[in-house]
C-alpha cells in the first residue's frame, strides 16, 4: 500500500494541465525543423552564399526574437504587476493579469517552437560562413547560454531548479537582446 500511495504522491515532469501544450509544441517543432533542415541541406553550394540565403537565416532570428518576446512577457508581466503602482489602476491590472495568464499557459510551449528556430537559424549561419564579428560570437554565446535553460526549465517544474532556469534564462535574454539590436 505504500508503493502505491508514493505512486500517487510523485508528480510527472509536465503537469498534467501543460502537457498537451509541450508535447504539441515538441511535435510541431520537430517536424518543422526536420523539414526546414531538409530544405536546407538541398540547396544548391552557389546558393548558401548569396543575399537571398542569407534573408533566410535572417528570417528564422527574426521569427524566433518575436516568439522570445512573447516568452520573456511571463517575467516582465509578473515583475509589473507585483509593483505597488495598482491601487488606483485597478481595471487595468486585471488586464495584465489576465494577460500574464495566458503568458504563463504558453510560455513552454512558445519556448519550445523558439528554440527549433534558434537552432534553424544557428545552422544556416554555420552554413552561410561563420565570422568571427561582434553579432557571430554574441549569438554563439547566446547559444551556449540557452543549452541549460530547457533542462533547468524541466526541473523548475519540480521545483528542483534553485532558480537555474530564471538566471540562465534573463542571461541568455541579455545576450540575446546585445545580439539582436547591436
Not at 23 to 47: D, N
Not at 57 to 82: C, E, M
Not at 148 to 160: E, K
Request: with cysteine; net charge positive; charged share 15%.
Amino acid at each position: 500500500m505504500g508503493a502505491q500511495q508514493n505512486q500517487e504522491v510523485r508528480q510527472s515532469w509536465i503537469p498534467k494541465k501543460e502537457r498537451l501544450w509541450v508535447f504539441g509544441a515538441m511535435g510541431v517543432a520537430t517536424i518543422y525543423v526536420i523539414w526546414q533542415l531538409w530544405s536546407l541541406f538541398h540547396i544548391p553550394a552557389t546558393t548558401l552564399h548569396n543575399r537571398r540565403f542569407e534573408h533566410t537565416f535572417k528570417d528564422y532570428g527574426s521569427n524566433a526574437r518575436i516568439a522570445l518576446f512573447v516568452v520573456l512577457a511571463n517575467y516582465v508581466l509578473a515583475f509589473i504587476i507585483k509593483q505597488r503602482i495598482w491601487t488606483k489602476l485597478a481595471a487595468l491590472k486585471k488586464g495584465l493579469v489576465m494577460l500574464l495568464r495566458i503568458a504563463k499557459k504558453f510560455h513552454a510551449a512558445i519556448a519550445i517552437l523558439a528554440i527549433a528556430l534558434i537552432t534553424l537559424h544557428a545552422v544556416a549561419v554555420f552554413m552561410y560562413g561563420f565570422k568571427w564579428d561582434f553579432n557571430n560570437i554574441s549569438g554563439l554565446l547566446a547559444l551556449i547560454v540557452l543549452l541549460p535553460v530547457p533542462i533547468s526549465g524541466l526541473f523548475r517544474y519540480r521545483r528542483l531548479d534553485k532558480k537555474w532556469h530564471l538566471r540562465c534564462g534573463l542571461a541568455f535574454a541579455v545576450l540575446f537582446l546585445i545580439h539582436a539590436f547591436l
